[in-house]
């Protein structure tokens, strides 16, 4: 069974920084990846996205320079620095791979991903 596990989540102050992983069981290096997250009370939403060479990436602007997404193909891992962590950046963050199509365009949409992690929660306090 096809797997995403993510870690690196944990409790930090605002300001800190905290560098989320994410490891699949099989390859990823055709596939384009994403970093979602939800907070409580809220739907989940789109935090970055990276195309399967890692040449283009994408951030929504509450993140934007702030956080960092990145691959290692080889390693089959994903990862998400997040630098300057605010209150607000509270949530359980989830990995997503779009499995189903290869060499495809950068998306941030959810419908575009079919295969989730478990999630790794991330608190930050004031």
């Known amino acids: 069974q096809v797997q995403l596990v993510e870690s690196g989540g944990g409790l930090v102050q605002a300001g800190d920084s905290l560098r989320l992983s994410c490891t699949a069981s099989h390859t990823i290096r055709t596939i384009a990846m994403a970093w979602f997250r939800r907070a409580l009370g809220k739907e989940r939403e789109a935090v970055a996205a990276?195309?399967?060479?890692?040449?283009?990436?994408n951030y929504a602007d509450s993140v934007k320079d702030r956080f960092t997404i990145s691959r290692d193909n080889v390693k089959n891992t994903v990862y998400l620095e997040m630098d300057s962590l605010q209150p607000d950046d509270t949530a359980v963050y989830y990995c997503?791979?779009?499995?189903?199509?290869?060499?495809?365009?950068?998306?941030?949409?959810?419908?575009?991903?079919?295969?989730w992690g478990q999630g790794t929660q991330v608190t930050v306090s004031s």
């Open positions: 997503a791979a779009d499995r189903s199509h290869s060499f495809s365009d950068l998306s941030m949409s959810l419908l575009q991903y079919d295969q």
């Open positions: 990276i195309t399967w060479n890692g040449w283009n990436t």
